[in-house]
T-cell receptor, first 111, second 115 residues
């Protein structure tokens, strides 16, 4: 059974702090990894994707991937109250185009 | 770019009726689209993979005769919930995968309530 694990939270951080969200996965053959943000009652919106080991930065967001440890993370710098949402980690299952989603981490940024 | 629309956004129907949900990729071609269902406070559950010009592939436990999927063009997939019952009430979300790359872009979702 291919799995993606996330801490459900809530993760509470003060405004302006760095929020760190983590995800582990079981499928060693996975090559593509995605972070989505989902506000309550809305559908997921793509934050960023990462394919290679290391860091990838996009504005206030940095994704980190370590395939050897089967670990992917998302850092949000200068967190804002508007960042409060559920963050979903998605891993593309090897040999398919299907995503396996984690259960999501609920982030609360306190003003 | 990469916009996916879904219609309707919300539907309320009586038990036993059928409901059709449309998913369109507005500015890109999508050979592959996906249909998900999400219950409150749970993550997305993949129901089926929709492939243009061929039959959909359903996940284990999803009844293909109840959830009919048609992917007639490179920009449109439809999900029909047949003979809907209250337990089918959920948030249905489609996604479309760009033909180049692995990224899925999600539609805004359809909230179905079956009375």
């Amino acid at each position: 059974q291919k799995e993606v694990e996330q801490n459900s939270g809530p993760l509470s951080v003060p405004e302006g702090a760095i929020a760190s969200l983590n995800c582990t996965y079981s499928d060693r053959g996975s090559q593509s990894f995605f972070w989505y943000r989902q506000y309550s009652g809305k559908s997921p919106e793509l934050i960023m994707f990462i394919y290679s080991n290391g860091d990838k930065e996009d504005g206030r967001f940095t994704a980190q991937l370590n395939k050897a440890s089967q670990y992917v993370s998302l850092l949000i710098r200068d967190s804002q109250p508007s960042d409060s949402a559920t963050y979903l980690c998605a891993v593309m299952a090897s040999g398919t185009y299907k995503y396996i989603f984690g259960t999501g981490t609920r982030l609360k940024v306190l003003a | 770019g990469a916009v996916v629309s879904q219609h309707p956004s919300r539907v309320i129907c009586k038990s036993g009726t059928s409901v059709k949900i449309e998913c369109r990729s507005l500015d890109f071609q999508a050979t592959t689209m996906f249909w998900y269902r999400q219950f409150p406070k749970q993550s997305l559950m993949l129901m089926a993979t929709s492939n243009e010009g061929s039959k959909a592939t359903y996940e284990q436990g999803v009844e293909k005769d109840k959830f009919l999927i048609n992917h007639a063009s490179l920009t449109l997939s439809t999900l029909t919930v047949t003979s809907a019952h209250p337990e089918d009430s959920s948030f249905y979300i489609c996604s479309a995968r760009e033909d180049v790359g692995d990224t899925q872009y999600f539609g805004p979702g359809t909230r179905l309530t079956v009375l």
